[in-house]
């Protein structure tokens, strides 16, 4: 098995706006972060604003398959675009961008044998205009990011025109250094 990690990044610029918003969804929705009840205990968040338009953040329970469920439940919450990164065992990257509770776009990046592999694999919205708009990358960036195959090189090229590290995960945070620095522990 290959390297994989999931995280979520919020367009905003107000980082107290969004720790709000993960308090709401903390306290509101804490049946999408898996737990049955606000009461069971704090949610811990690693929240990175390595860009003045964005905000990453980690969780737990950020993994392929529920990563989504949150940014569709954040962007409703928060009315801005929330984007989904899940990068699974070095085969794919599921990228979705969702606004008001509702995916707007979607891309998978992979090889075409891992779609064959994965039958039901496929995009639920694909709308490149969209895609160009949320993210704030020129026409011809896009154009060549969504040319490519290769997951960790779409990673690598996403994380290069967004100014963000889509490197990232909640369990990695005890392992890397650079990590580490780049993210504030918040217990909400």
């Avoid at 962007?75 to 989904?84: C, F, K, N, Q, W």
């Avoid at 949320?134 to 779409?154: F, G, H, M, V």
């Amino acid at each position: 098995m290959g390297r994989s990690f999931a995280n979520l990044h919020i367009k905003s610029k107000n980082l107290e706006k969004t720790i709000d918003v993960l308090r709401e969804l903390s306290k509101e929705h804490a049946k999408v972060l898996g737990r049955k009840d606000a009461q069971e205990t704090k949610d811990v968040f690693y929240i990175s604003q390595s860009n003045e338009n964005w905000t990453s953040l980690l969780h737990e329970y950020f993994v392929w398959g529920t990563v989504k469920k949150v940014g569709k439940t954040l962007s409703r919450i928060t009315g801005e675009p929330v984007m989904a990164a899940a990068y699974m065992n070095e085969e794919l990257l599921e990228l979705s961008i969702f606004e008001d509770g509702d995916i707007q776009t979607e891309r998978i990046f992979c090889e075409p044998w891992t779609r064959e592999e994965y039958e039901e694999l496929r995009e639920e919205r694909i709308n490149d205009d969209y895609l160009v708009k949320a993210l704030d990358i020129p026409n011809e960036d896009i154009d060549d990011l969504l040319k490519l195959t290769s997951p960790e090189q779409a990673v690598n090229k996403l994380s290069e025109l967004m100014h963000i590290s889509l490197w990232s995960d909640f369990e990695w945070i005890p392992y890397e250094e650079t990590l580490q620095h780049q993210f504030v522990k918040y217990e909400l």
